[in-house]
């Protein structure tokens, strides 16, 4: 070849290498900014790539990401796509047989699903944890709106230890589950819809792993995904008396209460209680706290039922009752609150007929 051809190829491999990187980044870019345009995932407590993605996916080359978050840097050196695609970790056509699909641990994975994307998910050791109470509650967004035939919930054993041994199904026990819900009864979000699930751990500490089954109504696709906790938050140590709902909630949607439009006192707090969901003969409740204009140490939240409503499962705070009046005070994480500071707590509730929503009022520790 002439130089003279030479020198002429020259810029035109610069334009085509310069277009395959900008393609490339644009296919980042993309990414990044849409990360969710179907499926779902368990996004509190995160679900072990959801948490790495809401973490680190904007800043995923970051090397201080070894040190302050090991387990989701190993994640991301394997494949950065399980965590841009958390809402894809499924597998099609296990018809229930959920045990004899998944190998003991493989369970992270779905038994390495989509070509192993997502094998990292299995590694052993420290993920992050999120603090929960004995009996909580898990949150799953649906991206693409698919509804589920069930959730199951299930938590690790107490004396399973999530840092030296691989999860099998031998050491998971069922602590909350749903039965067929339609993607219309759950709540509708910017993309997609959310549900949240009861659950019931008691006689948990320290670390676990809650591990979510979610068969999705659209076709036999059922996802399967670890959750890192921390049971250090306070709650009962019994199970409650109800059962957590299984039937399908009612299609009408439960009244809303309009948050209040002025700033609590100096020093002060405010209580505002959201409907969750309904079913026949019970509810789930969440009431948010807010901090006044400075700082508080700790809060109290009561209120009165007007029905005769009984609370039989609680998490993020410590509830007792007398009567009709409800006492929920603050948990070790939970309790202090920087000025204007939000945290939220929730229930579970037998109802009979009518159900007022309850007033609630909030004392803070200063």
Request: aromatic share 10%; charged share 10%.
């Amino acid at each position: 070849m002439s130089t003279l051809a030479r020198r002429r190829s020259t810029p035109r491999l610069a334009a085509w290498l310069l277009a395959i990187g900008t393609a490339a980044a644009m296919l980042l870019t993309t990414a990044l900014a849409n990360p969710a345009s179907a499926h779902g995932s368990v996004v509190d407590p995160a679900s072990r790539n959801y948490g790495c993605w809401q973490r680190w996916g904007a800043d995923h080359m970051n090397p201080a990401m070894a040190t302050q978050d090991p387990m989701c840097w190993q994640a991301f050196q394997a494949d950065p796509q399980a965590m841009w695609n958390w809402m894809g970790l499924f597998r099609e056509g296990v018809a229930g047989n959920h045990q004899a699909a998944i190998p003991d641990g493989q369970l992270c994975s779905a038994g390495h699903t989509q070509s192993g994307q997502y094998n990292s998910l299995d590694t052993i050791g420290a993920w992050k944890t999120t603090s929960i109470s004995n009996s909580f509650r898990i949150q799953l967004n649906d991206q693409a709106s698919h509804g589920a035939d069930y959730i199951r919930v299930y938590v690790t054993k107490q004396g399973f230890d999530a840092l030296t041994k691989p999860l099998g199904w031998s050491d998971l026990e069922l602590a909350g589950q749903i039965g067929n819900t339609p993607a219309s009864q759950w709540k509708k979000e910017a993309s997609g819809v959310s549900i949240q699930v009861p659950a019931n751990a008691p006689g948990r500490t320290g670390r676990h792993i809650v591990y979510t089954i979610w068969q999705a109504s659209h076709l036999d696709q059922s996802y399967y995904l670890c959750s890192d906790v921390d049971f250090g938050g306070g709650g009962p140590t019994t199970p409650p008396t109800t059962t957590p709902p299984t039937t399908t909630p009612p299609t009408t949607t439960p009244p809303t209460t309009t948050p209040p439009t002025t700033p609590p006192a100096t020093g002060g707090c405010t209580a505002t209680y959201r409907p969750v969901s309904s079913w026949n003969g019970g509810f789930q409740g969440e009431i948010e706290v807010t901090a006044g204009s400075s700082a508080i140490k700790g809060w109290t939240v009561t209120w009165t039922w007007a029905n005769g409503q009984q609370v039989s499962s609680y998490w993020s705070s410590t509830v007792t009752t007398s009567g009709s009046t409800v006492t929920a005070r603050n948990v070790a994480y939970n309790g202090s609150l920087a000025a204007g500071g939000k945290t939220s707590f929730g229930f579970v509730a037998s109802s009979t007929g009518t159900n007022t929503a309850p007033t609630p009022t909030c004392t803070p520790t200063v």
